[in-house]
Every structure is written in structure tokens, then in C-alpha cells.
């Protein structure tokens, strides 16, 4: 796959890591408990969340006592995530300059890989082969996401808007991605599995999650356009002052697959 020459994923959250921080929803811990069990992690372990952002995943990993490597491109994004800290304690996760085509880990130095809302920002095929060199010989790759869930009337009106924008490479990135996992001859054993997830929002609240995608207009006459919308929204499904945002949370894994080199079989 090839993206757009002006498609700049490393730089399309600029701007917008305090909001993103702050607004973005975590991730079920049924979801963080399934990677654990699946992949065996424990307080010796080490879990590389690639494409961190500012460490929402790492921290909950963190905090479940697993060590976390969080690899991030975007400065402002990985400086953010250097300043926020552990609710529940646990080992502080450490944050490096990296891509997931090229984290600059060593080889077979972690125990699992993880992308967390993030695969869909990377190139499939590279990222997948960095992942399995960087991982040890029984490690497991994982993929998470947070989709909106639209079987939910306030939801489904939320996406609908959305939509509006005419961005829906950008905005609908998962379907089809976590498949590449999967579908790859350097991964086996895959799996896929589903855990509900909301968050519960008042109206600056509902704001702070709009405006912290990617996808949300900057340009000022859109942006109120944008935020009139959303404030409307907000008056038509509000239960005494809060909506709940709800989610559907996909996550795929694949444990590493050993590669046979052709000189073995001769």
C-alpha cells in the first residue's frame, strides 16, 4: 500500500497532544488483560507500543506492572507523553525517537509489539517485518483499537457528521488493517477479539474528543461550523449533561513466526 505524497502521518497530530491526551478514551481492561494472558507478559518482560503517541497504552500496560518501551516519531506527542504520570504505580514506561519501520530497538529484544490506534498510520508490510525482528523468538505482535460503535443511536449520529467531512480514508483507518497481522507469513496463531468500551462526556468534554482527531478541521469558519455541530449533538442526546461515547475495541495478535533460511534446506 501507498499512501498520498501529502498523507504526513508523523505530523498530522501536531498541534494537538494536550487535547489528545486528555480527551482521547483509553482502552477496556479486558482488552489489556486479554494481550496479557495471550502473550504471557509479566513484570520481567518488555512490551514495545509503537506509534505511543502520548503514552495512553503505555501507561495502562505500565500500570498492570509490565515494563513499556514506547516508540514516537511526533516530538510533542512523545514530549507529552514524558510529562504525564502512573495513576495506579508501576514501572515508569520510557520513550524514544523512532518509527515502526525502523524502531532503532536492538534485535529480539522484545517480548511483545504493540500499535495502539496507530497501525493504520504505518506502512503494512515494513512495519510487520520490523516488528518480527525486534521481537524474541516467541514473541507476540498485537494490534488495538478503539472503532465507534454505531449500533449506538448518539454514536452513529457522531460518525454520521463525521462523515460530512469527506475524509473517510482518514477517519474509517482500521477496516482492513489489522488483517495484515493476520494474513502475514512472518506471524502465526492469530486471533481477533472484541471488548465493548465508552466513555462518558459533558459537553466540553464531547468538544475535547472532536477536536483532538486527526481529521478535525483547523481552519477557524470550519471549526466553528464543526463545533456548533458537535454542540448540537450534544443538546439532542444529553442525559443530565453527559453522553455516552461508546466503543467497540478490536484488538488482533499473532504470535512470531521462525523464518527457515533457503541455505538450511539445502
Known amino acids: 500500500m501507498t499512501f498520498p505524497a501529502d498523507y504526513q502521518p508523523t505530523e498530522r497530530f501536531t498541534g494537538l497532544a494536550q487535547l489528545y491526551s486528555q480527551f482521547r478514551p483509553s482502552y477496556p481492561g479486558e482488552a489489556l488483560n486479554f494481550i496479557i494472558d495471550r502473550c504471557r507478559l509479566n513484570e520481567h518482560s518488555v512490551l514495545v507500543d509503537v506509534g505511543c503517541g502520548t503514552g495512553i497504552a503505555s501507561r495502562q500496560f505500565a500500570e498492570r506492572g509490565i515494563p513499556v518501551i514506547g516508540i514516537e516519531p511526533n516530538a510533542e506527542m512523545r514530549r507529552q507523553a514524558q510529562t504525564e504520570s502512573l495513576e495506579a504505580g508501576g514501572p515508569t514506561p520510557q520513550y524514544r525517537d523512532g518509527r515502526a519501520e525502523d524502531t532503532g530497538l536492538l534485535a529480539a529484544s522484545a517480548d511483545a509489539v504493540l500499535a495502539a490506534q496507530a497501525f493504520h498510520w504505518f506502512e503494512p508490510e515494513p512495519a510487520l517485518r520490523e516488528f518480527h525482528r525486534i521481537l524474541k523468538p516467541t514473541g507476540w505482535a498485537g494490534l488495538l483499537w478503539n472503532q465507534r460503535d454505531e449500533s449506538d443511536p448518539f454514536t452513529r449520529a457522531y460518525g454520521a457528521g463525521v462523515r460530512q467531512l469527506d475524509v473517510t480514508e482518514i477517519i474509517e483507518p482500521y477496516h ?87 541455505s538450511a534446506n539445502l
Not at 180 to 189: H, I, R, T
Not at 232 to 251: A, C, H, N, P, W
Open 176 to 262: 482492513g488493517r489489522g488483517e495484515a497481522l493476520l494474513a502475514s507469513p512472518l506471524f502465526q496463531d492469530g486471533m481477533h477479539a472484541f471488548f465493548p468500551h465508552e466513555q462518558i462526556l459533558d459537553e466540553a468534554g464531547l468538544l475535547g474528543r472532536a477536536f483532538s482527531a486527526s481529521y478535525a478541521p483547523r481552519n477557524s469558519g470550519l471549526a466553528k461550523q464543526y463545533a456548533d455541530e458537535i454542540r448540537k449533538l450534544f443538546r439532542q442526546f444529553e442525559q443530565d449533561g453527559s453522553i455516552i461515547f461508546r466503543y467497540e475495541t478490536s484488538v488482533f495478535l499473532a504470535c512470531r513466526r521462525a523464518l527457515v533460511s533457503r
